[in-house]
């Protein structure tokens, strides 16, 4: 096995990505982030977006606790995650019942079919993870896609240092 640097150009390819976080996934537990950060996120989509009830889509969703915390609220989440360790944890903890609704889907967000647009598209913590041709394609898919007229993008811009 060649060894390499996370600099690397293609080092960090979706395959490279799902590997790696599956792992993580395992080594992390249900839930590596700090604690509120779900609630936090949940604070910053109605400060920056408004108040009532949104349709919002979570791309690289994780173990599910921000959409819950979102659903929690009223919004109707689509969360999108590739591992199958984080989305198996959030398949057992979206079984709750909540406020709003969660629609939880084990995909590649590059190639998902999604129906509907979405007033909020968020993308905490994976955004700039792959090529610079796959952050195009993304927003390509955001702007064209899935972001209804209105809506709003939030992308947490993953950097390695």
Not at 119 to 146: H, K, M, N, P, Y
Request: charged share 20%.
């Amino acid at each position: 096995m060649k060894s390499g640097s996370f600099f690397e150009p293609g080092a960090c390819s979706k395959d490279w990505a799902r590997n790696f976080y599956t792992q993580a996934g395992i080594w992390w537990g249900e839930d590596p982030q700090a604690a509120g950060t779900h609630e936090e996120r949940a604070n910053i989509i109605e400060r920056l977006c408004g108040p009532g009830a949104r349709r919002v889509l979570e791309l690289g969703a994780g173990a599910g606790r921000t959409a819950a915390a979102l659903a929690d609220r009223g919004h109707s989440v689509v969360a999108v995650e590739l591992n199958p360790t984080d989305a198996g944890c959030a398949r057992e903890f979206l079984k709750t019942p909540r406020q709003g609704a969660v629609t939880f889907l084990e995909a590649d967000f590059y190639t998902v079919e999604l129906a509907g647009s979405f007033d909020v598209v968020t993308c905490w913590q994976v955004f700039g993870i792959g090529s610079d041709a796959d952050q195009r394609r993304l927003l390509r898919r955001i702007s064209q896609e899935w972001l209804a007229p209105g809506g709003s993008v939030l992308l947490d811009v993953y950097q390695w240092n």
